[in-house]
């Protein structure tokens, strides 16, 4: 069965420093990825997607994730980070096992200090 | 509509109560998802729709939750003899198709069972 695991449930960078949140999946056959994130007080929205296509993909707001199958990761990072990238980032896989049934991790909550 | 809508927004009810929870997903999509985010934890699936195929029922956790969805429209989630366990944040989404298509996630209901 697929799972996904997120690295820290929080994550506190400064305001300018690079971002980086860790995902790690199993999945017995090719998974398809994704990470969407939550702003306070708003609905889940897509951030980017891995769909068996080129394996660095670029997302909305300047974020990018790699998918290296060696490590089974999915890590989304972002260069410099803005006070309005503060939100909760979920990673989910899903597969054709699974009928693409969307398996999410617990999310990490993403802090900017100024 | 411009996206998927859920109500109520919030509903509070007491333990045993039966609830109705109700989704309307973007014109056109033809698959549903039903899940529930409990405080500080991932998304959990519950239900999903595809057209007129049988619905995947494999998430739902008791036999007092059951979905139904009109055609290729509303959708309602009823949890019955509801407990304090019930309490979470349920979240919908809709994709023109199952598979790798976006999910597009309405702003939930947040239920509280007193």
């Known amino acids: 069965a697929q799972s996904v695991t997120q690295l820290g449930s929080h994550v506190s960078v400064s305001e300018g420093a690079l971002v980086l949140l860790r995902c790690n999946y199993s999945s017995s056959v090719p998974p398809y990825l994704f990470w969407y994130v939550q702003y306070p007080n708003q609905g889940l929205q897509l951030l980017l997607k891995?769909?068996?296509?080129a394996t660095l993909v670029k997302g909305i707001n300047g974020f990018e994730a790699e998918f290296k199958k060696s490590e089974t990761s999915f890590h989304l990072t972002k260069p410099s980070a803005h006070m309005s990238d503060a939100a909760e980032y979920f990673c989910?896989?899903?597969?054709?096992?699974?009928?693409?049934?969307?398996?999410w991790g617990a999310g990490t909550k993403l802090i900017i200090k100024p | 509509g411009a996206g998927v809508s859920q109500s109520p927004s919030n509903k509070v009810t007491e333990k045993g109560k039966d609830v109705e929870l109700r989704c309307d997903p973007i014109?056109?999509?033809?698959?549903l998802y039903w899940y529930r985010q409990r405080l500080g934890q991932g998304l959990e699936f519950l239900i999903y729709?595809?057209?007129?195929?049988?619905?995947?029922k494999s998430g739902l956790p008791s036999d007092r939750f059951s979905a139904e969805r009109t055609g290729e429209s509303v959708s309602t989630l009823t949890i019955q003899r509801t407990q304090q366990e019930d309490s979470a944040v349920y979240l919908c989404?809709?994709?023109?198709?199952?598979?790798?298509?976006?999910?597009?996630f309405g702003p939930g209901t947040r239920l509280t069972v007193l």
């Open positions: 989404a809709s994709s023109q198709q199952a598979g790798t298509d976006t999910q597009y």
């Open positions: 014109s056109g999509h033809t698959a």
């Open positions: 891995y769909t068996s296509a």
């Open positions: 989910a896989v899903s597969d054709r096992r699974s009928n693409y049934q969307l398996i």
């Open positions: 729709f595809q057209g007129n195929s049988a619905p995947d």
